[in-house]
């Protein structure tokens, strides 16, 4: 029997269910084409898996598909920490803009009763009605 299914990285993965072959491929049928030739003669049954699951065996399926989680593994340590730092530079940077949107119509409402408004950031402007 094989179990067949995607990985997280959208692979498809097969795997025996005692453990003694498995491989990763781009394509469903190539995934079920494997089964069956491991199998070969006699046939096998497959179960197709709706959660994911990862190869816990040697990848002896497309060398493509290899590659391509190798390099997704390499890319998730090396990007991820990047894009969290991305993100916070973001957040700052909105709290900020947001920060000294408020901190204007207060003084807008204070200095002029809301009858004016600045027409620029430059404080030297004078009040528009």
């Not at 290899?66 to 916070?88: H, N």
């Not at 003084?107 to 402007?125: C, H, P």
Request: charged letters at 25%.
């Amino acid at each position: 029997m094989f179990y067949i299914g995607r990985n997280k990285s959208g692979l498809w993965v097969v795997r025996e269910a005692a453990g003694g072959s498995g491989g990763l491929f781009l394509f469903k049928q190539s995934a079920a084409r494997f089964a069956r030739r491991q199998s070969e003669p006699a046939g096998c049954a497959m179960m197709f898996l709706a959660e994911p699951f990862e190869l816990d065996v040697a990848n002896r399926g497309g060398r493509v598909a290899g590659l391509l989680a190798a390099a997704s593994k390499i890319a998730v340590r090396l990007i991820g920490p990047a894009i969290a730092e991305w993100r916070k530079l973001v957040a700052d940077i909105s709290d900020a803009c947001s920060s000294q949107r408020r901190h204007r119509e207060a003084i807008e409402k204070e200095l002029f009763r809301g009858q004016y408004t600045l027409t620029s950031k430059n404080d030297d402007d004078l009040p528009v009605p």
